[in-house]
């Protein structure tokens, strides 16, 4: 296995690699639209656009087991905007789903709910909002605000004290849409570029010959694809440090999880979308072509990926085929880590999504350029 390893990285790859960056660097255009595109869409994307979102995760702790809670708590579940997701025994299991981002919403009633609104006293009710997606937490609170008017209106007991709402904003107390914005955005940025710059590079080199030219060298089909893979990928890394940087120094976008895991995940995207770029580049033979395979690819990618719209607001026979975007599953990983500060206990069924895409991705193309060059 080593003396494989010390093969593939032998003198012909870095002089491979050498020749690629060589010519990724006389491509001004190219190296430009690596840095300036990205940070312009970004901004853009954060500034500009907005999201709506229907089927809200609802999870409830009823801690009075009376008539009264009970009818708060079917006047929330009757409204469309909500789907009770579970009962729970406990405001922590609550708050742990909260977290895990299983739930939007959490609506905590306290046992001496019934018996204070009986003596005249005010009954509050404790509502936790997800509040990683901003513009989901105001709808919601909206919501449960109109369910408690309507119960101190038309409810049982109405000449009883009336509910009060004591709501809890988590992870964005300050409402910043912001952030739910620029981190789904960040992976359409990473594979959609990925993809562009993988495929420009492929397309050239068809067009001028040199594809034909790697048959007469002594390299193997191993060490031309990863020496083409390597440069791509440490440039498009450049990149994702600079949206980083974007993203923290004029969106303040916070980092409270762990960074290495954004990273990996930013790495499994990279590789996503340079393996897509490839095999786009092995259909096509010529950049008009590739352009035309790109606009039936891409936008799928980013309309299902959770970026811009909440995956629950998208109709239920569509919401599967997200497991299948790696967008989705990065946007997941972004607002998780970075927005809630959550771990890789809470993550790792995306991040191994991610691999797995990135290395079939990767292997795909690997396999048709292999063919092409046999």
């Known amino acids: 296995m080593r003396r494989a390893w010390s093969r593939l ?11 690629e960056l060589r010519q990724i660097r006389r491509d001004r255009r190219l190296t430009i639209s690596l840095i300036v595109p990205p940070m312009l869409q970004i901004l853009l994307f954060g500034f ?3 999201s ?4 809200l995760k609802l999870g409830v702790v009823d801690e009075s087991r009376t008539y009264e809670s009970r009818e708060l708590i079917s006047v929330l579940t009757q409204n469309p905007t909500f789907r009770l997701a579970g009962s729970y025994a406990t ?3 609550l708050g742990q789903d909260l977290a895990k981002g299983r739930l939007d919403v959490g609506v905590v009633v306290p046992y001496d709910f019934t018996r204070r609104r009986a003596r005249g006293r005010p009954a509050t009710v404790q509502v936790l909002l997800n509040a990683a997606n901003a513009n989901t937490a105001q709808i919601a609170q909206g919501y449960v605000e109109g369910a408690v008017a309507f119960l101190n209106r038309d409810g049982p007991g109405t000449r009883a004290a009336p509910l009060e709402l004591r709501p809890a904003f988590l992870y964005n107390p300050g409402l910043v849409n912001a952030w739910f914005i620029v981190t789904g955005v960040f992976g359409v940025l990473i594979i959609l570029n990925g993809e562009l710059v993988a495929a420009a590079t492929m397309i050239r080199e068809k067009e001028r010959g040199t594809v034909e030219q790697l048959l007469m060298t002594p390299a193997s089909t191993l060490e031309v694809v990863t020496a083409k893979i390597v440069p791509l990928f440490v440039l498009l890394m450049t990149m994702v440090a600079f949206v ?5 120094l004029v969106f303040h976008v916070p980092f409270r999880g762990n960074p290495a895991l954004v990273l990996a995940a930013c790495a499994c995207c990279v590789l996503t979308g340079i393996g897509l770029g490839t095999f786009i580049s092995t259909l096509a033979r010529s950049d008009n072509q ?3 395979i790109s606009f039936f690819v891409n936008p799928p990618l980013a309309m299902l990926s959770g ?3 909440p995956i629950e607001a998208m109709p239920k026979w569509v919401q599967p085929l997200t497991l299948f975007n790696p967008i989705a599953h990065f ?3 972004a607002r998780s880590v970075l927005v809630k500060g959550a771990g890789l206990d809470v993550v790792y069924p995306n991040l191994l999504a991610l691999i797995a895409l990135a290395s079939l991705f990767v292997g795909i193309s690997a396999w048709r350029f292999r063919r092409q060059l046999s």
């Not at 990285?9 to 020749?19: D, M, P, Q």
């Not at 709506?52 to 089927?55: S, Y």
């Not at 980083?244 to 923290?248: F, K, T």
């Open 307 to 309: 970026g811009l719209t």
């Open 331 to 333: 946007a997941t990983i």
């Open 290 to 292: 590739s352009q035309l």
């Open 91 to 93: 405001s922590d299991l």
């Open 52 to 55: 709506d979102v229907r089927n």
């Open 48 to 50: 500009a656009l907005d």
């Open 244 to 248: 980083l940087m974007v993203a923290r």
């Open 9 to 19: 990285f032998a003198g012909r790859f870095w002089a491979l690699a050498l020749k």
